[in-house]
Structure formats: structure tokens, C-alpha cells
């Protein structure tokens, strides 16, 4: 575990900005949807990988959160984040890789 490795004050303020930046996004998220003529009860769907190592954090902050689990072919999990890396990373960096 990760955690282990960082003294309990640096990964309390990590966690506290992680969490505290988080929840600005789903706000942002919550507003423009309803700006777009959302339902109030409309639900938020997060679907973004990374977010599978984070379901305590998340059950900590949202009780009453379900999940969906979908499995994938590795093979074709491979190929989509090749593709992506292939069309839209390019825009992230700062200068062209070599």
C-alpha cells in the first residue's frame, strides 16, 4: 500500500485536496447539467476508469452510491486506450515527443 510509504499529515492533506477538488468537479458537473434542462434528480454517471481503485473514498463520501461493473476483453480494453493515446495525448503535451 502507497499509503504506507507517506508520513499521516501528507497524506491527510492530499486526500482533503484530492477530495475537496473532487467535489468542486461534481458540482460543476450537477450545474451544467441542470443548465442543459437535466431533471434535479437526474443521476451523475462517472465512468472513468481510474475511479475503481477510489470505491471506499467514494462510499465515504456518497453512502448511498451504486456501482455498475462492466468487464471488458482485455485485448480490446488494450486497444481502445491505444487508440486514445494515439489520437488525443498529443494535445496534452507541451512539446511533440520524440
Known amino acids: 500500500n502507497s499509503d504506507q510509504t507517506l508520513p499521516p499529515e501528507v497524506m491527510y492533506e492530499a486526500r482533503k485536496t484530492w477530495t475537496d477538488t473532487f467535489l468542486y ?55 481502445s486506450a491505444a487508440h486514445m493515446a494515439d489520437t488525443t495525448y498529443g494535445y496534452t503535451y507541451l512539446q511533440k515527443p520524440t
Open 25 to 79: 468537479l461534481l458540482r460543476k458537473l450537477t450545474l451544467r447539467a441542470k443548465r442543459q434542462g437535466k431533471k434535479d434528480n437526474a443521476r451523475l454517471l462517472l465512468k472513468s476508469p481510474v475511479h475503481t481503485a477510489r470505491i471506499r473514498l467514494f462510499l465515504q463520501l456518497f453512502p448511498d452510491a451504486q456501482f455498475v461493473y462492466l468487464h471488458r476483453h482485455p485485448y480490446h480494453v488494450f486497444r
